[in-house]
């Protein structure tokens, strides 16, 4: 079972970046593809971006495509998201979450999908 804790978020401008970092621990970050999710009160997980097993593949929502970038680094066992161009309607916490899959290309957009979740961490944009 693999532990998740996210970091790097905060209060920043529109316009403004914040790279946000997820650490595993307890597992091998390479057997699992990896998401972000964002949620504000009220509201369930929205999917921001996957990457797979190995980082071959990508999958972001439209809301983000163009202005953030999700990548990992399997032997840090760590699973970024570079955020540029932020806008207060990007404000939420935000999730990492662990797949665990068989396949080395799946990068998944459903909450659905994923098997491990870290607690979050809040990034709020002021217009």
């Known amino acids: 079972q693999v532990a998740l804790v996210e970091s790097g978020g905060g209060l920043v401008q529109a316009g403004g970046s914040l790279r946000l970092s997820c650490a595993a621990s307890?597992?091998?970050?390479?057997?699992?593809?990896m998401g972000w999710f964002r949620q504000v009160p009220g509201k369930e997980h929205d999917f921001v971006a996957a990457?797979?097993?190995?980082?071959?593949?990508?999958n972001y929502a439209d809301s983000v495509k163009g202005r953030f970038t999700i990548s990992r680094d399997n032997a840090k066992n760590t699973v970024y998201l570079q955020m540029n161009g932020l806008k207060p309607e990007d404000t939420a916490v935000y999730f990492c979450a662990a797949d665990r899959t068989f396949y080395s290309d799946r990068a998944y957009n459903t909450e659905s999908s994923y098997d491990y979740w870290g607690q979050g961490t809040q990034v709020t944009v002021s217009s």
């Open positions: 990457i797979s097993r190995s980082g071959g593949r990508t």
């Open positions: 307890g597992g091998t970050l390479s057997n699992y593809a």
